[in-house]
């Protein structure tokens, strides 16, 4: 069975300094990954999928097969980045569309 | 973008009592919702995914006789969850996915999720 490992609850970091959320995943087949965020009172959203190869908001995920991992980078964070990030994992075949989430991670900007 | 409502958004019940969560996709067609459980602090579980026209898939240890869904059309899905006890009590999501969208992946679209507390 797949799974995906976030390993920080909580990330804080200052206005305009580089983060990175980490995300493992562990999947014997080609899955895909995706970052969804949730911001204070709002609903989960699509952030971005490592198909689309997209940098949103200023994030960008690489797909590292060899290291099974997908991080979410971010080279000059922002307050309003402050949120709850998840990765997520669509195995893809019979499993299409069925997402596996990891714990979250709560990003927290400080000015 | 595509909205999913839930309706409640929270409710309280009795124990014992049944409680059903509507998901409904405002202004595209889904054939596939998706239901999921969070707990406080933790992560998303997919609980079953909800097709239309046929029977629900529920992921290994739920209950199907206890989380009751039903997909009557493209554009609304219910959990029912039955005879309540206070371990039900979590937050609920729905997600579903646009049938006619042209992108290569069909992307999901989440609920706001619905509050459930069993007394």
């Known amino acids: 069975a797949q799974r995906v490992t976030q390993p920080e609850k909580l990330l804080s970091v200052f206005k305009g300094a580089p983060v990175e959320l980490k995300c493992n995943y562990s999947?014997?087949?080609?899955?895909?990954l995706f970052w969804y965020v949730q911001y204070s009172r709002q609903r989960l959203q699509l952030l971005l999928r490592?198909?689309s190869r997209e940098s949103i908001k200023g994030f960008t995920a690489d797909l590292n097969k060899g290291e099974t991992s997908f991080h979410l980078k971010k080279p000059f964070a922002q307050e309003e980045d402050s949120a709850m990030y998840y990765c997520?994992?669509?195995?893809?075949?019979?499993?299409?569309?069925?997402?596996?989430f990891g714990q979250g991670t709560i990003l927290t900007v400080h000015p | 973008g595509a909205v999913v409502s839930q309706h409640p958004s929270w409710v309280i019940c009795k124990s014992g009592t049944s409680v059903k969560i509507e998901c409904r996709s405002l202004?595209?067609?889904?054939?596939?919702m998706f239901w999921y459980r969070q707990f406080p602090k933790q992560s998303l579980m997919l609980m079953a995914t909800?097709?239309?026209?046929?029977?629900?898939?529920?992921e290994q240890g739920v209950e199907k006789d206890k989380f009751l869904i039903n997909h009557a059309s493209l554009t609304l899905s219910t959990l029912t969850v039955t005879s309540a006890h206070p371990e039900d009590s979590s937050f609920y999501i729905c997600?579903?996915?646009?049938?006619?969208?042209?992108?290569?992946?069909?992307?999901?679209?989440f609920g706001p999720g619905t509050r459930l507390t069993v007394l």
């Open positions: 997600s579903a996915r646009d049938f006619l969208a042209q992108s290569s992946y069909n992307e999901q679209f």
């Open positions: 999947y014997s087949g080609s899955p895909e």
């Open positions: 490592h198909i």
């Open positions: 997520a994992l669509d195995a893809g075949g019979t499993s299409y569309g069925k997402l596996t």
């Open positions: 202004d595209f067609q889904a054939t596939t």
């Open positions: 909800s097709n239309e026209g046929s029977k629900a898939t529920y």
